[in-house]
C-alpha cells in the first residue's frame, strides 16, 4: 500500500493518503500546496477515475 506523508507549514506530519499503486499514481508536485481536504478531493477523482476506466 502507498501512503503519502505531508509536512504542514506550522512543522506537524500526518499520513493524509493510503492509496493502491496498482490503481492510481501521484507525484511529489501534485501535493506541494494542497490542504488535506483537497488531497482526499484528489485522491477520489483518480480513484473514481480508474474505476470508471
Known amino acids: 500500500m502507498g501512503r503519502v506523508e505531508a509536512t ?6 500526518a499520513v493524509v493518503l493510503e492509496f493502491y499503486p496498482d490503481e492510481v499514481s501521484y507525484s511529489p508536485q501534485e501535493f506541494i500546496g494542497k490542504t488535506r481536504e ?12 480508474y474505476f470508471l476506466s
Open 8 to 13: 504542514f507549514e506550522d512543522g506537524s506530519t
Open 38 to 49: 483537497e488531497v482526499r478531493a484528489m485522491h477520489r477523482a483518480k480513484d473514481r477515475a
